[in-house]
């Protein structure tokens, strides 16, 4: 069998989406997550194609040794591990799949929202080590508090409906959104200083970028309640988190709940050290409905692209 194109899948990704790619005549198919930089680098000369999740690095020095390679397909959402600016520059479609875990990371916010006003994992903890204290771990109902979020795309969309089914009230600052589309969605669009006061939880939804780096810092803390509570399970950056630490240090924020951080592995995060915080491993898109539908989404994306077919989710624009 002639080949056609060579893929290269560099991180972990659904068996779905990896027997489907293998099917297709022509394709030749290597799996090798947990690659080096170097790995990577001496491998992807000759790949046509590279198919990545959140832990690869596809950086400037990839790039360039890329010589053969046409497609860098991102099985999620997030692009801020990937090079955009030199894939363009060499020609190279970057795609992504905004649309499969959108589902798993608006519940998973949820969860955390629920979790932080019942401190349910310190009551566990609690628990399993012999203590019976129900008074320590008093908590908060959500019903007809405020819920701001900052960003009110795809998730923060589908975060503002399920918050609405919990009877909070919702207002939002996201600076791309239309007020008729905010209508649609029952939630009142104001600017970040006019809902940073407002809130008693504070949910982040937007990518990571110049713009979005430590969107919300000390200057935004400081202009919040001292009983309200800050959740991020969108990217790490977005949130300043040396600001965060000190205010629920210096007890200038109730709580905080994160799914993402500055640091990939914060192991050395004094955030990991408060009571106040609930963290969790990157698990917004970690549903096993989640990772198929991104996987299969990717895989049907490139093969498309490779064989001359239609472009879906492309992020960058090439110019001949």
């Not at 790490?236 to 600001?243: K, P, T």
Request: hydrophobic share 40%.
């Amino acid at each position: 069998m002639e080949v056609m194109a060579k893929v290269l899948i560099s991180d972990p990704l659904a068996k779905e989406g990896v027997e489907r790619l293998k099917e297709e005549d022509g394709f030749r198919v290597r799996e090798a997550p947990g690659l080096s930089q170097e790995e990577l680098i001496k491998t992807i000369p000759e790949y046509d194609a590279l198919i990545v999740r959140s832990e690869t690095r596809v950086t400037e020095e990839v790039i360039r040794a890329a010589s053969r390679l046409k497609i860098i397909g991102r099985a999620g959402t997030g692009l801020d591990n990937i090079d955009i600016t030199s894939a363009t520059k060499r020609g190279i479609i970057v795609m992504n799949t905004p649309e499969g875990n959108t589902i798993s990371a608006a519940e998973h916010t949820i969860s955390m929202i629920l979790a932080l006003s019942r401190n349910i994992p310190q009551a566990h903890f609690s628990l399993r080590s012999g203590e019976w204290n129900r008074k320590k771990f008093m908590g908060t109902e959500v019903y007809g508090k405020i819920l701001g979020i900052v960003g009110l795309g795809r998730v923060g969309s589908e975060v503002a409906k399920r918050a609405q089914g919990l009877k909070m009230r919702i207002i939002a600052y996201d600076p791309f959104i239309s007020k008729e589309r905010a209508e649609q969605l029952g939630v009142t669009l104001i600017d970040l200083e006019e809902l940073l006061p407002e809130v008693d939880y504070l949910t982040v939804h937007t990518p990571l970028t110049s713009q979005t780096r430590n969107l919300i810092g000390e200057r935004e803390i400081a202009l919040m309640k001292k009983d309200a509570r800050i959740i991020n399970c969108a990217r790490g950056g977005i949130i300043q988190e040396d600001a965060l630490y000190r205010a629920l240090k210096e007890n200038r924020l109730k709580g905080a709940a994160l799914d993402v951080f500055e640091k990939g592995k914060p192991f050395d995060s004094p955030l990991l050290k408060l009571d106040s915080v609930i963290i969790t491993p990157h698990l917004g898109a970690s549903t096993e409905e989640a990772q198929k539908r991104v996987a299969l989404d990717i895989v049907l994306q490139v093969i498309d692209a490779l064989k001359g077919g239609p472009l879906r989710n492309v992020v960058n624009v090439l110019t001949s």
